[in-house]
């Protein structure tokens, strides 16, 4: 699958549109996946698109990604961003090169969300833009791989 880029998104991402959207927007979570098709499209990428609230399922989808040779992952580990050292270590391990995306700007917020264990194994981070930091994350991520710096 190198002409697939996965795009995972963690916990309570399945709300979007209706979770506190003077943060998140009102755009859903269908919305995000019709315009990460999009971006990825333009690049001659196919995507799996796939959202869970448990930790070990984003794990075995980065594993996967690895396994299947996917030209890459986007990842919104959401608030595992800032715990999870075992999505670290998936990234780490698969040596997929993966682009870290937020909706809200991580760095302007909460001082406990400014630490992420993602970035520690992320080729880049795109925060702040809302949805369509997923494009740009895309279009990043595509941008690394033609010129061989994944």
């Not at 682009?99 to 993602?118: D, G, L, M, Q």
Request: charged share 20%; aromatic share 8%; glycine share 10%.
């Amino acid at each position: 699958m190198p002409d697939t880029l996965y795009v995972i998104n963690g916990p309570n991402l399945n709300l979007l549109g209706t979770r506190e959207p003077e943060k998140y927007g009102r755009s859903t979570l269908a919305d995000v996946e019709a315009l990460c098709r999009g971006a990825a499209a333009r690049h001659g990428y196919a995507v799996e698109f796939r959202q869970s609230n448990h930790e070990g399922e984003l794990v075995d989808w980065i594993q996967e990604a690895g396994h299947k040779r996917a030209a890459g992952i986007v990842l919104n580990a959401a608030a595992y961003t800032h715990t999870s050292v075992a999505i670290f270590d998936a990234i780490s391990a698969t040596k997929v090169p993966t682009i870290e995306v937020h909706i809200t700007n991580i760095h302007a917020r909460e001082p406990f969300r400014h630490k992420s264990y993602v970035s520690m194994a992320a080729k880049g981070l795109v925060c702040g833009f809302g949805i369509d930091g997923y494009a740009l994350a895309i279009d990043g991520l595509a941008a690394l791989v033609k010129a061989g710096r994944s």
